[in-house]
Nanobody, 115 residues
Framework: VQLVESGGGLVQPGGSLRLSCAAS????????MNWYRQAPGKERELVAR????????NYADSVKGRFTISRDNAKNTVYLQMNSLKPEDTAVYYC?????????WGQGTQVTVSS
């Protein structure tokens, strides 16, 4: 299993970013996918989840209405569109899948929201 995130960077408050996670090594279309984040000094938290076919999504309360998770099963890629970004969204964002009972993580991509 390999997960490779991209798309992070520095953005001003109110701005937008789109994260991508390219997956390989498993049947992507059969598994729910997750985005987590971890801010300095804080625990890693679940941000958004999408079902295997993409028909069901869930979000942390802190990002509802601002973030959108989506997937393209033909491209083995999951996305996180982040709008109206706030300084408190600053964190390393990780792509995650639970495969055969084990959690797999990407290397993470840094998102910094600052003026």
């Amino acid at each position: 299993v390999q997960l490779v995130e991209s798309g992070g960077g520095l953005v001003q408050p109110g701005g937008s970013l789109r994260l991508s996670c390219a997956a390989s090594g498993f049947t992507f279309s059969s598994y729910a996918m997750n985005w987590y984040r971890q801010a300095p000094g804080k625990e890693r938290e679940l941000v958004a989840r999408i079902s295997s076919a993409g028909g069901s999504t869930n979000y942390a309360d802190s990002v509802k209405g601002r973030f959108t998770i989506s997937r393209d099963n033909a491209k083995n890629t999951v996305y996180l569109q982040m709008n109206s970004l706030k300084p408190e969204d600053t964190a390393v964002y990780y792509c995650n899948v639970r495969y055969w009972g084990a959690h797999y993580w990407g290397q993470g991509t840094q998102v910094t929201v600052s003026s």
